[in-house]
């Protein structure tokens, strides 16, 4: 049965804090990784073609942590974005998965022109069952 991955994320820092390092850990994990999932930490390629598009802190540099988004990556060679937001489970048994593509335009973040970005967002409680789904998606997505 699929488990419920950082279960009260939004109520715990410490808890959201491992869960934005988890997303960000199946794209560039420390190790190489055989799975196929996400880049590996050595492909420095990716590194410079893949950067945040959306900002995820306050001015005096706190996390928003309010799970929109808890993930987010900008193809700056293609101009394709995609951002994971978050919801919390009320109970075990909650299930939550949905895609949509839009267009949206944006001065992203570090930037000062406004731009046209093809955007992927997925909305998701987070489970063992929907993970891989997310990652795969984004990742075909942004290549």
């Given amino acids: 049965m699929s488990q419920i991955l950082y279960q009260e994320f939004l109520n715990n ?3 959201y804090r491992a869960n934005r390092a988890y997303w960000f850990g199946r794209f560039w994990p420390k ?9 590996s930490a050595s492909d420095d390629k990716n590194r410079k073609r893949y950067k945040p598009y959306l900002s995820e802190k306050f001015n ?3 996390f928003y942590e309010d ?4 993930f987010n990556l900008w193809n700056i060679e293609t101009g394709r974005v995609a ?8 109970d075990e048994q909650d ?5 949509l ?13 406004i731009v046209q970005l093809d955007e ?3 909305m998701l409680i987070l489970s063992t069952d929907f993970a891989g789904e997310a990652i795969g998606q984004i990742k075909n997505w942004l290549e």
Avoid: D
């Avoid at 799970?67 to 808890?70: L, M, Q, R, V, Y």
């Avoid at 299930?95 to 895609?99: E, P």
């Avoid at 593509?101 to 022109?113: H, L, R």
């Fill in 83 to 90: 951002r994971i937001v978050q919801l919390e489970a009320e």
């Fill in 13 to 15: 820092s410490a808890v």
């Fill in 31 to 39: 190790r190489r990784r055989t799975s196929g999932r996400g880049w």
């Fill in 60 to 62: 005096n540099n706190v």
């Fill in 67 to 70: 799970g929109n988004p808890i």
């Fill in 95 to 99: 299930r939550y998965f949905h895609v």
């Fill in 120 to 122: 992927l967002v997925i």
């Fill in 101 to 113: 593509k839009q267009k949206i335009e944006m001065a992203p973040v570090n930037t000062q022109e």
